[in-house]
């Protein structure tokens, strides 16, 4: 069971450059995440998403754009890098049923944006 | 317990003692709350949730308080290991619903078990 699978797990980017943060879940689960974390902080919400086809922002959204094609796949899109966005990034999956709720995140992508 | 600022409350116990770690919640509206343990260079892992209609839960070695006229949460953890030392976090949900994907983190407590 591989549960939240996060590529890559490090990242350099120049300024201005674009890239994908992939996350996939293998658990079937309707609720993913996207969340930053900086340096002495708590994670920071960016998107996330109920289900597929339905997305929403988060606390600090500017600048990342998420889709939910499938159940399984959350993609983060930086479309133009900018130093502000160094940080590491952490998807996340949960699911909620009766009293029981599950939140697992992944390992994270270390970003540097230069 | 959580503060704000750039440095990370601290807490240092001894191998064996009980450990407790505060946090503060803002949003009298939040209604599901969980500890999550993060080992450095890994992912936060789920520890135990609460429910806004409960005060205590109990897991295994760890019991997590609701005190909802203060809006104030701890994190009990019994016979505390050197494999306890971590940053822990509490987070919310104030989206008041069902949407538990959607979580507000405090900014964590750095535990360190000494042998």
């Known amino acids: 069971n591989a549960g939240v699978t996060q590529t890559p797990k490090f990242q350099v980017l120049k300024t201005g450059q674009s890239m994908t943060l992939q996350c996939a879940q293998d658990?079937?689960?309707?609720?993913m995440s996207w969340y930053r974390q900086d340096p002495g902080m708590g994670l920071r919400l960016i998107h996330y998403s109920v289900g597929a086809g339905i997305t929403d922002q988060g606390e600090v959204p500017n600048g990342y754009n998420v889709s939910r094609s499938t159940t399984e796949d959350f993609p983060l899109r930086l479309l133009s890098a900018a130093p502000s966005q160094t940080s590491v990034y952490f998807c996340?999956?949960?699911?909620?049923?009766?009293?029981?709720?599950?939140?697992?995140f992944g390992q994270g992508t270390r970003l540097t944006v230069v | 317990g959580e503060s704000v600022g750039l440095h990370l409350p601290t807490l240092s116990v001894q191998e064996g003692d009980n450990s407790i770690i505060n946090c503060a919640y803002s949003?009298?509206?939040?209604?599901?709350f969980i500890w999550y343990k993060q080992e450095s260079g890994k992912g936060p892992q789920f520890i135990i949730d609460i429910r806004s209609n409960m005060d205590k839960r109990q897991g295994q070695r760890v019991t997590v308080l609701l005190n909802k006229t203060v809006k104030h949460l701890s994190l009990q953890i019994a016979a505390t290991q050197p494999g306890d030392s971590a940053v822990y976090f509490c987070a919310e949900n104030r989206a008041g619903g069902t949407s538990y994907g959607k979580l507000t983190f405090g900014q964590g407590t750095i535990l360190t078990v000494h042998p």
């Open positions: 658990m079937n689960h309707e609720y």
């Open positions: 996340a999956s949960s699911y909620s049923q009766g009293m029981n709720t599950e939140a697992f």
């Open positions: 949003n009298s509206a939040s209604d599901y």
